[in-house]
């Protein structure tokens, strides 16, 4: 049996979020502004199963660090799913070329959505941010310096939707 790798461009990114689709580079306000969940986390496994409608998707879990923007309690640990994946000894292997990969044992800020009670879904293909010792992947920001910015977009979102609610 012969293996077929699949590369899908835009359509995959539609079973995800509209953003992936569109292709635009959001800055952090709007990854913020997108996001239900925003948490630091360590990735420690990365699993690509098959859907009873034979798509290829990924699980990662990881273990979070620490929670800037939630409205419910977040676990200590979370299974992101996205589109894509490598199965070994499966017909396919799918590969989305505008979902980010999540590396195991990499450390991450994690924008995200709820798509269920304990499944979560990166905002956007830009919605991982590595970190990588005391600097983030973002314009080459300290972590400091990114999560005081991070924390004032967060600020200015509360801020806006308890303005929303009068």
């Not at 306000?29 to 034979?54: M, N, W």
């Not at 499944?119 to 919605?127: A, C, E, M």
């Amino acid at each position: 049996m012969s293996r077929r790798i699949i590369t899908i461009i835009v359509a995959g990114g539609l079973m995800v979020s509209p953003v992936f689709a569109s292709q635009i580079t959001l800055d952090l306000s709007e990854l913020v502004d997108l996001s239900e969940v925003i948490v630091t986390g360590q990735v420690l496994a990365e699993i690509p199963f098959v859907q009873d409608d034979h798509q290829v998707e990924t699980e990662v879990q990881v273990q979070v660090e620490e929670v800037f923007l939630s409205n419910d309690a977040v676990d200590e640990y979370i299974r992101i799913i996205y589109p894509g994946g490598n199965i070994p000894d499966y017909q396919y292997s799918v590969f989305i070329t505008d979902t980010p990969t999540l590396e195991v044992g990499e450390r991450y800020f994690l924008f995200l959505t709820l798509e269920s009670a304990d499944n979560y879904h990166l905002v956007s293909p830009q919605g991982a941010i590595k970190i990588s010792k005391e600097v983030v992947s973002y314009k080459g920001s300290l972590i400091s310096d990114f999560q005081e910015i991070l924390k004032k977009y967060i600020d200015q979102k509360i801020t806006n939707s308890q303005n929303m609610e009068y």
